[in-house]
């Protein structure tokens, strides 16, 4: 479903299928120089940007879903995903709440 929704919306790049297994600074590196929003589960991106002080890509969307199932993740995704009009430029997280934005250094 999410995929789907996805790939309507934009060129969809998955990290397993181009750079499976590499340290998360390399694929914000990948996602800069590509020139893509990278959406993620991961918590260390936001240290990467906002601690480290490392580049960022156009956008980041990050997926703070804990406790909710694949159906239920996949389910609040789909609803918003009209948000993602909100990334370029910004560091969006997605919770059980409305999206939360900061915008990029």
């Known amino acids: 479903m999410v995929d789907a929704a996805l790939r309507a919306l934009a060129d969809v790049v998955y ?3 181009v750079a499976n297994g590499a340290p998360d600074a390399d694929v914000l590196e990948l996602a800069r120089t590509e020139q893509r929003i990278l959406i993620t ?3 260390d991106f936001g240290e990467l940007i906002f601690g480290e002080k490392r580049p960022p890509p156009p ?3 990050h997926l703070a879903l804990d406790g909710m199932t694949k159906n239920q993740r996949d389910a609040k995704f789909a609803a ?4 993602l009009r909100l990334a370029p ?3 969006v ?4 709440r409305r999206p939360r ?3 990029l250094p």
């Open 15 to 17: 990290v397993r299928d």
């Open 41 to 43: 589960e991961d918590y």
């Open 59 to 61: 956008g980041i969307i």
């Open 80 to 83: 918003e995903i009209d948000e």
């Open 89 to 91: 430029g910004c560091f």
């Open 93 to 96: 997280v997605f919770s059980r």
């Open 101 to 103: 934005v900061r915008a």
